[in-house]
């Protein structure tokens, strides 16, 4: 599993950026990324923005704070499939 979103203070509320190699199907304003849910992995609907921030984008919608996203997205992740969380030092 990867790095959750990163949060950064904008406008008196809370941003989160998504690393933009954990996106699939990205187009100009949505995107989907897996999620580690518990030791599955859930496929979600995102709405991203154009910001890029060091290889990140903004998620507007889609993600919360302390969401796992699965780095790297592998072709092979379906919804419900069982896997390990690894420290991201690993």
């Not at 959750?4 to 990205?26: D, F, K």
């Not at 903004?58 to 499939?81: A, C, F, N, S, T």
Request: charged share 25%; aromatic share 2%; hydrophobic share 35%.
């Amino acid at each position: 599993a990867g790095s959750p979103p990163e949060p950064s203070p904008a406008a008196g509320r809370l941003s989160l950026y998504a690393p933009v190699e954990a996106l699939i199907n990205l187009t100009n304003s949505s995107a989907q990324a897996w999620i580690a849910d518990g030791h599955q992995a859930r496929r979600r609907d995102l709405k991203v923005g154009t910001e890029d921030r060091d290889g990140h984008l903004l998620i507007h919608e889609g993600l919360r704070p302390g969401d796992q996203v699965i780095l790297p997205p592998h072709e092979k992740l379906k919804p419900g499939k069982r896997i390990r969380i690894m420290s991201p030092d690993r």
